[in-house]
C-alpha cells in the first residue's frame, strides 16, 4: 500500500511540477537571450530593478496595475514554476488573480545580484492565504531585459511545495515521500 501511495504521489508531484511547457520555458529562454542587452551598457535595466523591488515589496493590486507597463516590455515572458505567461496583458491578468486567493502578499527583497544579461532578486515571500495559514518561502526572480530597459523574461525559482503541504491529503503525501527518502 505504501509504494502505491508514493508512485501516485510521484506521479501527482511531476504533474504539479511541470503545470506548464518546460519547451515553453526553454524557447523563452532561448528568444531572450538573443533580445537581452548587456547590463554595464544599459543602465536603465538597474532603475527597472529598483521599480520592481518597490512594486513587489509593497504587493499591492493598483501599484502593479499601475506598473507593470513600466516594468515588462510588451511580448514578455514570465514564469512563476506553476505558471507561464506571455505578454504584459497575461501578465497583469495572472498578477489580478493572485488577489482572489490571497488577502495579503509581502516580499522582503533581501539581495540583488547582476551578471552579464541577467538580474537576481533573492526574496522572501509571505502569502497570506484566505483559507490556508501564512507560508513563507525564499526564492529568486531571474530578469533580463530590453534595450528600453523593460523585462521581457522573468523566472522565479522557488519550492512551492510549502503552499501544497498546508493542505491535508497532499501534506501526508509529501510528508510520506520525505520519510522514505
Given at each position: 500500500m505504501k509504494t502505491i501511495i508514493l508512485m501516485?504521489?510521484?506521479?501527482?508531484m511531476i504533474n504539479?511540477?511541470?503545470?506548464?511547457?518546460?519547451q515553453d520555458l526553454m524557447d523563452a529562454l532561448k528568444k531572450s537571450d538573443e533580445l537581452a542587452v548587456q547590463l554595464e551598457d544599459f543602465p536603465k535595466a538597474k532603475?527597472?530593478?529598483?521599480l520592481f523591488n518597490k512594486v513587489f515589496s509593497t504587493y499591492q493590486k493598483q501599484t502593479l496595475a499601475s506598473e507593470l507597463g513600466n516594468l515588462y516590455a510588451e511580448d514578455a515572458f514570465l514564469n512563476d514554476r506553476i505558471h507561464s505567461v506571455q505578454g504584459v496583458k497575461g501578465i497583469k491578468k495572472y498578477f489580478d488573480g493572485t488577489f482572489k486567493k490571497i488577502s495579503k502578499a509581502e516580499f522582503n527583497i533581501l539581495d540583488?545580484?547582476?551578471g552579464k544579461k541577467d538580474a537576481y532578486i533573492r526574496w522572501e515571500m509571505v502569502l497570506y492565504f484566505r483559507s490556508l495559514k501564512v507560508t513563507k518561502n525564499l526564492g529568486m526572480s531571474q530578469l533580463r531585459f530590453n534595450t528600453e530597459g523593460?523585462?521581457?523574461y522573468h523566472q522565479d525559482?522557488?519550492?512551492y511545495?510549502?503552499?501544497?503541504?498546508?493542505?491535508?491529503?497532499i501534506k501526508n503525501v509529501i510528508n510520506t515521500i520525505k520519510n522514505n527518502s
Open positions: 501516485t504521489a510521484s506521479l501527482f504539479l511540477s511541470h503545470a506548464y511547457k518546460h532603475e527597472t530593478v529598483e540583488v545580484a547582476y523593460k523585462i521581457i525559482h522557488w519550492d511545495s510549502e503552499i501544497l503541504q498546508q493542505m491535508p491529503l
